[in-house]
């Protein structure tokens, strides 16, 4: 455990990142749980509002992020004040992107619909800076022996090819397939081989003229959307919380 660590984590510098991980995913749980808590009325904690003005954590998550950013930058990629810097960025940037959907729409929409948006760029953010993390890095181990080099552009190839089939999905409307496929092998392969969904790039450029590939791609789209629609929405309020309902209009009335 002491040589993998040292030799993918340590030798290649990738300490600070992942210090900077652990910090985006703690400081985006314990920011849920605590806008949660104010949501709720339960808990010590309440909205800062100085002189009637509601500032958003993204405020403070923007200053961090550039200390951090900057300070990260400036310290390398070893030593104590790359691992602080680190940590800086990554409590920054999860401030931040807890609150993507407000700079999104320049609105407050942290509890509504559109807000299940900032959990979603959460958890691909954290499964792509995994990627890196678990990945090998070839150009930054040192005493690698002849048989390793050689395993390692082996692997190298196979994470081409595969990103290859990750671009095929993107073009293809499947985001959440590229980025699993990213993570686990073949998954990209079998996004990028089925169906694009009607309303991709992939779909209006090679399906312009193909009218049965257009209507099997619509239907495809609509049971797969109507299968995992629950689901998804289930597992972004146990993230997130659920966003507020909004009330119907009486009836009689629009």
């Not at 985001?175 to 992939?202: D, E, K, N, Q, Y």
């Amino acid at each position: 455990m002491g040589h993998w660590w040292h030799e993918n984590i340590a030798e290649p510098g990738k300490l600070p990142l992942l210090l900077a991980l652990a910090a985006f995913v703690l400081t985006f749980a314990i920011t849920r749980t605590i806008t949660r808590m104010i949501r709720a009325g339960k808990g010590p904690f309440r909205n800062i509002t100085p002189g009637g003005v509601h500032i958003h954590h993204v405020v403070p998550g923007v200053v961090l992020s550039v200390v951090g950013g900057f300070g990260a930058v400036a310290s390398g990629r070893h030593g104590v004040a790359a691992g602080v810097f680190a940590v800086i960025f990554g409590v920054g940037a999860g401030l931040v992107l807890d609150e993507f959907a407000l700079i999104l729409h320049l609105d407050d929409v942290y509890w509504t619909e559109e807000g299940r948006q900032s959990v979603e760029v959460v958890v691909l953010t954290a499964s792509l800076v995994l990627l890196v993390l678990a990945g090998f890095s070839p150009l930054g181990v040192d005493d690698v022996t002849d048989e390793e080099q050689q395993g390692r552009l082996g692997l190298i190839a196979t994470y081409v090819i595969n990103f290859c089939f990750v671009l095929i999905c993107l073009f293809k409307g499947k985001l959440r397939m590229a980025v699993l496929g990213t993570l686990v092998p073949f998954v990209a392969l079998v996004g990028a081989i089925r169906l694009a969904r009607p309303t991709s790039p992939w779909a209006r450029r090679f399906y312009r003229h193909r009218h049965r590939a257009r209507s099997r791609a619509m239907l495809r789209a609509y049971h797969h959307d109507v299968r995992w629609a629950g689901p998804r929405r289930k597992f972004q309020d146990l993230i997130g919380g659920a966003p507020d309902r909004v009330p119907l209009p009486p009836a009689g009335k629009s």
